[in-house]
């Protein structure tokens, strides 16, 4: 199933889950090493997991009794894309900008 990019966006304003997927990115860890940097209960961090997850930002592998999550980068790549448009408005506008303050002396 592929993502929406509404949760991709939903997952990323929480200051939380994005310092969960600098972690991720780094190296997997089960629930409970992600769940030691946060000042919240292991359910709080499982929430967190399972917006992540559902916004496909993780992949979840199962090893005895342990979940372990992972990043996955895809969709943060489908957000930057989209970015890339407003990084190219704003570059030409700034150029604009910067050519009438030019003509103005």
Do not use: C, Q
Request: proline share 4%.
């Amino acid at each position: 199933m592929p993502y929406k990019i509404n949760d991709v966006f939903s997952a990323l304003a929480d200051e939380n889950r994005r310092n969960m997927l600098v972690m991720l990115a780094k190296e997997n860890k089960n629930v409970s090493s992600i769940a030691e940097h946060f000042k919240f209960s292991r359910p709080a961090v499982s929430k967190h997991l399972r917006i992540l997850k559902k916004a496909r930002l993780v992949k979840m592998t199962k090893k005895g009794r342990e979940r372990y999550f992972s990043l996955n980068p895809v969709p943060v790549k489908e957000v930057f894309d989209w970015l890339k448009f407003y990084d190219k408005f704003w570059d030409d506008k700034l150029n604009l900008l910067k050519k009438y303050v030019e003509n103005k002396k």
